[in-house]
């Protein structure tokens, strides 16, 4: 009994003896998955000494291959490749570029690859290693979704700044609210929920992609915007789907501040009498560009007396605009010439009579002056009724991430 007892302890210990040294091969081979192998450019970084270096003013292509080592047959062979190839042209000042050296069986050291970093995303790499040639990589851009929020105290910029957020944010949503929410007009307290995509080039944020949905608390109302593309539908829409872009922009520039509002007796700043001023005056730096609000035919382009160069244009047989003070006019801009909302007619100065550098803005209304701050504006097509249904899906997935 106590025979067959040690028997049975010996093969225990055994199959122990067995399970731990199959243990030590499975820590051993873990180990070993543990390596890291470094690779950039598609080569083994770990194979090769490399040198970095900065595009100098005025350096060529090839007094960099000679500067590291290539000969001069080689430097010529790269002279007769195609400029489709690598246009040397495009080598800016300023560039990084590398120089991988790798040992050749007799133990000298030489140039392997010349790599010029044209950007974050692409890079040229010039082989020479066997035969010359040329490689192009362009690397993937990766997108990652956000969903953020911020309070607003001071500015729609301000805000992405005090949150971290990208500042691109701020350019894009005022952008998509350019025909509803005066953002100079934003008040302590505005708030916003954005939902969008970050693009990355390995860890490396590019900017933003695009802004799928934003919900703006302006005005004691939340004004929503949701982006919508499918078949030949591709734009930002309201939560009703009314489009977001309207026949006319709220504000014709980027503007510091309303120096002056529309009234029918404003103490006249120059001639000191009070007189009516039908207009908005905007003040913004001299040479700030002057946008047309809208669609419309060019009526005026000349200088005007007390409105000093002015461009007046006809949208529809409603509504008309008028930008005075113009420090000059767009290039190629004319009577008759048919502007694109958005398009630069002018530029802020202030000519004619003025204290200083500001845009007059005016609007009449079937040839009545109006508030231009007040003004309707049609919206443009709605989401096509065969589309609602596929719309409002996407809507309540959007509203799902704005959620917080």
């Known amino acids: 009994m106590k025979f067959n007892q040690l028997i049975i302890i ?17 820590n051993d081979q873990a180990t070993e998955k543990e390596v890291v192998i470094r690779t950039e450019f598609g ?21 960099m291959l000679n500067k590291l080592g290539a000969t ?8 007769l490749l195609p400029s489709s190839a690598f246009d040397v042209r495009t080598i800016r000042s300023g560039k990084t570029y590398y120089a991988f050296y790798q040992k050749d069986t007799t133990g000298v050291e030489k140039l392997q690859y010349y790599i010029y970093q044209a950007s974050i995303r692409e890079a040229v790499i010039l082989h020479f290693a066997d035969s010359i040639h040329v490689e192009r990589q362009i690397k993937e851009i990766i997108h990652k979704e956000r969903s953020a929020q911020a309070v607003i105290e001071s500015s729609l910029w301000n805000a992405m700044v005090g949150n971290n957020l990208p500042i691109e944010l701020a350019l894009e949503l005022s952008e998509i609210y350019a025909w509803t929410i005066d953002f100079f007009g934003l008040q302590q307290g505005d708030s916003i929920r954005v939902y969008y995509d970050e693009q990355y080039v390995d860890t490396t944020c590019i900017g933003i992609g695009r ?17 919508f593309e499918l078949e030949n539908t591709r734009n930002y829409y309201d939560s009703k789907g009314n489009s977001m872009r ?25 001639h000191k009498v009070y007189k009516p001023h039908t207009g908005v005056d905007y003040a913004a730096p001299m040479g700030t560009p002057v946008m047309t609000i809208g669609d419309g035919v060019v009526l005026q382009r000349e200088y005007r007396g007390g409105g000093g160069n002015t461009v007046k244009i006809k949208h529809n047989a409603t509504y008309t605009t008028a930008y005075l003070h113009l420090s000059k006019f767009a290039d190629g801009l004319k009577v008759g010439q048919h502007v694109k909302q958005g398009q630069v007619i002018g530029y802020v100065g202030s000519t ?37 249904d596929t719309f409002n ?9 704005l959620k917080f």
């Open 43 to 63: 080569l083994l970084v770990d194979s090769f000494r490399i040198d970095t270096f900065v595009v100098k003013n005025g350096e060529t292509l090839g007094g």
């Open 352 to 388: 004619g009579t003025s204290t200083g550098p500001h845009l007059d803005f005016r609007v009449w209304k079937n040839g009545t002056p109006i508030d231009p701050l007040k003004m309707d504006s049609p919206p443009a097509e709605p989401i096509p009724a065969q589309l609602k």
């Open 72 to 79: 001069q047959k080689q430097i010529n062979q790269i002279t």
């Open 10 to 26: 010996a093969l225990l210990c055994l199959v122990g003896m067995v399970a731990c040294k199959k243990g030590e091969t499975t």
């Open 246 to 270: 309207k026949a006319f922009l709220k504000a014709p520039l980027s503007y510091k501040r309303i120096s002056s509002g529309f009234t029918h007796k404003r103490l006249h700043p120059v």
């Open 211 to 227: 802004i799928y949905a934003a919900q703006f608390y302006h005005g004691r109302e939340w004004q929503e915007a949701y982006w």
């Open 393 to 401: 899906t996407i809507v309540e997935g959007y509203k799902a991430k």
